[in-house]
């Protein structure tokens, strides 16, 4: 006879007992709901929600759902690969209770991220959170190296009053102009204290450069955890907003031209507590390490973008001179070429150090993301590959000769190309495995049949309120 107390495939020993008392805590603070999210392949969250008293047998059993997700378009299309997509199987969701926080901007609702098992207890290899916990260990263990990232967040609020679809901004006010902060202050001030709540460790929230449009950046964690929190926050700024009356959306595009919301990610390797971008002897301090690594994610740029910029939309945000980082370059803090190179203030350095990767968008699966990023970067070490020249000022503005010496090119200014760089791209494929890859080539086609002969502002529409 089995009980709850029982060995557990997606847990761990003492899971149930802590999820009881758990149970017992939450219902004390008023907590009816605990959210199980994950973000599927087509970078939509999902979502199961248990009673709080279920919470212990979800930890135990799971919670089912179907693995057809993993092959869901953005419009809820669902295409197929060879061993997805069909309406067979099922999978277990296992929330973490390591991240479970309750949601200060939803009364009565706690949140966890999930693992998705499948039912015999095996990883589902279609799971981007288990992929994501696969690089890091594999980088730890080959290379003793850790890593700090953070997703950086931007999207634009809307009056949810506007009658349909369009979009009108809810604030008037220039790019980071302090109009726009006193407008909506107080939304601001509620979702800098519901972050603060659920433990978010907030660096700046401000309004950005497109209509309507804000930024927040949090703190660097460990990546799965940068992951869940980027799930989090876009969880709380919605219910935050909504609470105000507003409406967000962290589409890439919100209307067919301007610039786009991004989800640029920062990202340092480490060894020892060492930061292998700050203190070296390469250039601006990076150590031969870090430049290796920094290689190795730009030559694989071309293909990542079908990982990082996986909707049509995202092509309406990648455009040259708007920030977007649309070509195979680096410099330090150049926000025009595709990987940034961050050295800090002078005295943070060996804190502050890191690489952002631009042409990022918060249509991603942000697991998938930050895993295909580290499996690049991690090639480009083992290959020891030489970081090229550095570029300053806009890549757009290089005459051919000079790109081409600086092996400085454009990436792909279509999903349909960015798919073709990623199918034969072994390194990434074989990092993502081959039902991964697979869901990820079937969807981003899937992506972008479903908006075959729209125009601009029509492909910014479809997929203006999906994110």
Known sequence: MTTLADPVPGGRP??????TALSGELAGRGVHGVVLAY??????GRVKTVPTARLASAVAWGVGMSPVFDTFLANDSIVT?????????????YPDLDRLVVLAGQPGWAWAPVDRVTQDGERHPGCTRTFLRRIVTGAAERYGLTFKAAIEIEWIMARADDPGDAFVPATTGPAYGATRQIELGDC?????AACAAQGVDVEQVHPEYAAGQFEISVGAVDPVAAADRSVLVR??????????????SFAPAVTGRGVGNGGHVHLSAWRGGTNL??????RHGMTAEAESFTAGILTRLPALTAVTAPSPASHLRLKPSQWAGVFTAWGRETRETALRVVTGTAGLRDRAANLEIKPV???ANPYLAIGSLIAAGLDGLTSSAALPDETTGDPAHLGGAEAAARGVRRLPDSLERAVEEFRRDEVLRTALGPVLADAVIAVRRGE???VAGLDDDRVAAAYRWRY
């Not at 973000?39 to 939509?44: K, L, R």
């Not at 969880?235 to 967000?248: D, E, I, N, P």
């Not at 971008?277 to 390469?282: K, N, Q």
């Open 14 to 19: 003492g899971d149930v007992e802590r999820a």
């Open 39 to 44: 973000v599927d392949t087509a970078g939509i």
């Open 81 to 93: 690969t060879d061993v997805l997509g069909s309406p067979d199987g099922d999978l277990c969701l």
């Open 188 to 192: 601001l001030a509620d979702l800098l």
């Open 235 to 248: 969880q709380t700024v919605r219910a935050v907003a909504r609470r105000h009356g507003l409406r967000v």
């Open 277 to 282: 971008h700050a203190g070296g002897e390469g």
């Open 361 to 363: 968008d918060l249509a």
């Open 448 to 450: 972008q049949a479903s």
